[in-house]
């Protein structure tokens, strides 16, 4: 087991050098090199929203404007208040051909702006106040030890929610990443073709069964199917 320790340790530390690296190959214009090992840390099981905020500059210079927006829209689930990802998300859509309307941002979003993984810290750490106040308060009964338990157990509910509608509610983000993404009526190139994507277009992956095709809804009543060669998800 204390080697074990040693190892993970030792990967931290390289992963952490490799991180310094991708910023020197970002700050000196070697954006194909930085592209390279923030991949790298993604496949590892490093990837958090810095890191796909790092990525998604990364492809905005290389002009691949598609990855650009998906790895924004990645970093922006991690990290849904920061102001950086927002400002360069709404940067790269703007310079997408398709002008798609997007879902108006929901209303528990607006109000519990906060990610899987923070509401998860959020549920641990009331959960944590909540059940010795609550046996507490069965005993001594004051004021105070009351209003601790109830806004303990309140953001217990809100934080209960919000892993709910992450988990079962958030659809599966994809963007096309070629100049044109047709778009068909169903599996193979010899449906009928439905509309087109220009990179950039974002949309909602419903299914992804079948080995080279997935399909797409940009709203209730566009959707179809496009090969999995031509999107990003």
């Known amino acids: 087991s204390f080697l074990l ?4 340790i ?3 530390a390289f992963a952490f050098f490799d991180i310094d690296r991708a910023k020197d190959f970002y700050n000196n214009g070697k954006y194909g090199d930085a592209i390279e090992l923030y991949e790298k840390f993604i496949k590892n099981g490093f990837a958090n929203g810095k890191i796909y905020f790092n990525l998604g500059n990364s492809y905005f210079r290389e002009g691949q404007l598609g990855k650009s927006i998906f790895y924004y829209r990645l970093a922006e689930k991690e990290r849904p208040r920061d102001g950086d990802i927002k400002y360069n998300l709404k940067f790269s859509r703007d310079k997408t051909k398709d002008k798609i309307d997007l879902p108006t941002t929901a209303l528990w979003k607006r109000i519990i702006p906060f990610s899987f993984n923070e509401s998860l810290w959020l549920l641990f750490i009331f959960s944590l106040l909540f059940w010795p106040v609550f046996i507490i308060s069965r005993i001594k009964k004051y004021t105070v030890l009351k209003l601790i338990r109830n806004i303990s157990f309140l953001f217990m509910l809100i934080s209960t929610y919000n892993l709910l ?3 079962f ?3 599966d983000i994809g963007v096309a990443i070629k100049p044109k993404v047709t778009v068909f009526s169903g599996l193979g ?3 009928i073709v439905l509309f087109s994507l220009s ?3 974002e949309f909602e992956v419903r299914n992804i069964k079948d080995p080279k095709w997935a399909q797409i809804q940009i709203s209730k009543d566009k959707k179809g199917w496009v090969q999995k060669r031509d999107i990003i998800f």
């Open 5 to 8: 320790i040693i190892l993970l």
């Open 10 to 12: 030792a990967v931290k």
């Open 165 to 167: 509608v992450w988990k």
């Open 169 to 171: 509610f958030y659809a």
């Open 189 to 191: 190139k010899d449906n």
């Open 199 to 201: 990179e950039g277009a």
